[in-house]
């Protein structure tokens, strides 16, 4: 069945959900969230490699999602967690598996745990462990990298002391308009008689999980779907999980109207004040039905009149917690729904889908090198929501939550290097500098395979490449020779995990990169038909993993699970239907899964890929992309052939699979923990002027003013650095209404996209700072007084840190 965004309604969103089941046999199922918001205040966002993109305040907090399902009683288990961050990270998930090692044993290891990122742009970088990622956020970030070890930590312990007797249903749906291919050229490349193969030239489909508790029903739902977060702009400064964080709080927030109607009819009611608890609240994507409480205006001044704002205040942290809107606190005991919008092959494809336009003249950029008049500084990608950034990002992760609810050739792969296009950046986020992606005019010039000779001079004091890794990168002229650079320590991964979880029917491939639109669609379907054919009988949840090693030396085929990713030849045995060289991974995939089974899987088996899974080695795209090479050609670290290696190896963990053998773990990759080098400087202290403290207001709201809804109210504090507390599971901002005259009921907080934190100092040095909380009101929202409020930390001069609790006049 198909669904496309147009036509679709709420009724489609609980099909979608409730169709057909993986198979009939139950599992023990849990699932789990914890904040993973990291620092607001002065590290370098994670995507853009943009220096000047410092994190300045909250659009909506970050969260880790995981789900487990195993075997009864004690059998088989896999775990899977999806970040609201740029990437899955080596080093974070090395160093969560230790955690878990001490906690469960080898309950869960490396061979059944899978960490992956949504690819937002919009989150603290710094806690990944090569050279080359964390350049632009001056090293490691401590900070980072323990919110985001800590917080997947924890939701794993959510799902495990969670798990109960439960289903998982699945099904796939069509979106047709969140997501465009940002290089056509590079895709026009392929034969036409692949391309005539698909309807589109990205993925459209989208695969979704939904897990129902026996005694509880649905507890939580995990969807793929091929799009980049990269909605919010590459000059945004606030914490956002992207479109796909949009998705999935409203999911959440969705699911919680539509099954908890008593406690949101209960909002603002007498009830509360008679039970003694806090309503759960809902997000404003719901209409609200509520009348109660619809006092004239000149009523509501005089009630607003009568409070001031408290100034700055000593409070605890626990009351952050307590008050936000979604606190743990406040839950029944039913478990929390948790949704997860997960990345899959999202190499080539944007969520700009107006298209790409030059900003000085408005019209469309070149097709080939996507400039304008030669800049690509100029070019940028316009989302549906253009020119406000924050609605086209609502309207993405819109979308998104609406449909939820042969022959043989010896290659081989090389050290990494980056190619100078990828500086060149994409329509999402172009680059600076003369860097141009590819095109006609200069792709048989020996330029244009050298690159600019003054970045040559400058690539050639880092590492001047070899003849034998300028040959193997051929036709990629090489700007970062990152694979061979290994001072002060690694700048490349050259060992990389890859992993196959199976539940029932559906296949999870873990990738660590990027896959392109067509290298996805024609490896999963050769997989599918493997398995299809070769499966041995029984439904129940599998793992298979290994590590894959980059080696230099000149081997021969390689022939075990550690030989994956290049001991530097591959034989490469594609279908005769592939015309192609190289192939893509998902036909190669499913060809295995329906070729080789014993006829226990269907025309009903899934297979999807996890993006961007363990740790991240950039894009991978065919054979003839690569040729072009655009940003995501530049950016294929190992060479033409980096896909072919990918395919050879994910059959071999196939071939495991069906024959219930134990694949090779492969050689582990370093942990470089100890010689991370961080630059940030760090809090010294926080100041305000004489007779001002912490929390006082600084600019408030306009004396006796009202305000109607979609409009505007801002606030601004004195306040401390948000690096001295991360409110981890509570709130920076919060607005709360005023019930029966006397008491506060939270309404929202820093999660919800309506209220907007932003930090500022007056200079990069200064120890005085300002927070300004900016509210959207809502269509929805209930006429009666509001105030805002503000939590934060302050760091003293002798050391001692503060929390401080504010709120000005109330609206």
């Known amino acids: 069945m198909e669904f496309t965004c147009i036509s679709c309604v709420w009724f489609w969103i609980l099909l979608l959900i409730l169709l057909q089941t993986v198979s009939g046999s139950n599992y023990l199922i849990g699932v789990g969230s914890y904040d993973i918001t990291g620092p607001a205040a002065d590290v370098n966002m994670m995507g853009y490699a943009n220096a000047e993109q410092i994190v300045s305040g909250v659009h909506f907090r970050l969260r880790a999602r995981s789900f487990i399902v195993a075997e009864p009683p004690k059998g088989n288990r896999l775990v899977f967690v999806n970040l609201d961050a740029c990437m899955g990270s080596q080093l974070v998930t090395l160093k969560v598996i230790e955690r878990l090692k001490a906690r469960y044993g080898n309950l869960y290891t490396e061979n059944n745990v899978a960490v992956s990122g949504i690819h937002t742009h919009a989150g603290p970088g710094g806690y990944l462990q090569y050279v080359v990622y964390i350049v632009t956020s001056l090293g490691f970030v401590r900070q980072s990298f323990d919110a985001l070890v800590d917080g997947i930590e924890k939701c794993i312990i959510q799902a495990h002391e969670s798990i109960q007797p439960g289903s998982v249903f699945v099904n796939k749906g069509e979106l047709l308009d969140a997501g465009v291919n940002r290089s056509p050229s590079a895709y026009l490349n392929n034969p036409a008689s692949e391309r005539s193969k698909y309807k589109y030239n990205v993925d459209k489909e989208m695969t979704l999980l939904k897990f129902v508790d026996d005694e509880w029903g649905p507890v939580g739902s995990f969807n793929w779907f091929a799009t980049h977060g990269t909605s919010m702009s590459r000059t945004n400064q606030l914490i956002s999980g992207d479109n796909k964080g949009v998705a999935a709080r409203l999911m959440e927030d969705w699911f919680e109207k539509n099954n908890s109607l008593k406690d949101v009819e209960g909002l603002y009611s007498d009830s509360d004040s008679d039970t003694g608890t806090i309503p ?316 080789r089974g014993h006829g226990e899987f269907d025309g009903n088996i899934h297979v999807v890929i996890a993006g961007l899974t363990n740790t991240y080695s950039q894009y991978i795209t065919t054979f003839e992309e690569y040729e072009v090479q655009r940003y995501e050609g530049a950016s294929t670290l190992y060479g033409p052939h980096t896909l072919s290696a990918y395919i050879q190896e994910f059959k071999k963990l196939a071939e495991s699979l069906l024959n219930g053998s134990h694949a090779e773990p492969g050689p582990q990759p370093p942990d470089l923990l100890n010689k991370q080098i961080g630059l940030v400087p760090p809090v010294v202290a926080d100041s305000t002027p004489l007779g001002v403290k912490f929390g006082d207001v600084s600019t408030d709201v306009p004396a006796n003013s009202t305000f109607k809804r979609g409009e505007m109210a801002t606030v601004t504090f004195w306040s401390g650095c948000p690096r001295n507390d991360l409110m981890t599971e509570g709130t920076f901002a919060l607005v709360e209404f005023l019930k029966d005259k006397e008491t506060w009921i939270p309404v929202y907080d820093d999660d919800d996209l309506c209220l907007r934190f932003k930090w500022s100092r007056p200079w990069k040095l200064s120890t005085r700072s300002h927070a300004t909380i900016e509210w959207r009101i809502p269509e929805a929202v209930v006429s009666g007084v509001y105030r805002i409020r503000h939590f934060g930390a302050a760091k003293v001069f002798w050391g001692q840190s503060n929390t401080s609790q504010v709120h000005p006049v109330p609206l």
């Open 280 to 595: 759960r609240r809902v997000s404003n994507i719901i209409p609200n039905m509520l009348k109660k409480y619809l006092i004239a205006d000149d009523e509501l001044k005089d009630i607003a009149a009568s409070f001031q704002s408290s100034g700055g205040r000593r409070a605890t942290r626990l009351l952050s917690v307590v008050r936000r809107v979604r606190s743990a606190s406040r839950q029944a005991d039913k478990p929390r729904f948790v949704s997860a919008f997960c990345q899959t092959n999202c190499g080539d494809v944007s969520p700009n889908v107006l298209g790409a336009f030059c900003t000085d003249t408005g019209l469309p950029c070149d097709f080939n090198q996507s400039t304008c008049n030669g800049k690509n500084e100029l070019c940028y990608g316009r989302g549906p929501g253009y020119p406000d950034e924050f609605e086209s990002t609502r309207i993405i992760g819109d979308r998104q939550f609406k449909v939820a609810g042969g022959g043989s050739e010896v290659i081989k792969t090389c050290p990494a290097s980056m190619g100078f296009s990828m500086a060149a950046g994409t329509t999402d986020g172009p680059g600076a500098f003369d860097f141009k992606q590819g095109d006609d005019k200069s792709i048989s010039s020996l330029e244009l395979f050298q690159g600019n000779a003054f970045w040559r001079l400058v690539r050639n004091l880092l590492k001047n490449p070899d003849k034998e890794q300028v040959d193997c990168q051929h036709p990629k002229p090489i700007l970062l020779d990152t694979g061979e650079m290994k001072q002060p320590y690694d700048w490349a991964p050259s060992i990389l995990p890859i992993q196959i979880l199976r539940i029932g029917q559906l296949v999870i491939l873990s990738v660590p990169g990027g896959f392109g639109g067509l290298s996805y669609v024609i490896g999963s379907q050769a997989l599918y038909q493997y398995l299809f054919i070769h499966t041995s009988q029984g439904s129940y949840s599998v793992v298979f993993y290994c590590y894959v090693h980059v080696s230099y030396s000149f081997l021969r085929v390689c022939r075990n699970c550690y030989h994956i990713f290049g001991f530097d030849t591959i034989q490469h045995q594609y279908p005769s239907s592939l015309q192609w060289l190289g192939g893509a991974l998902s036909d190669a995939v499913k060809t295995v899964l329906v070729t």
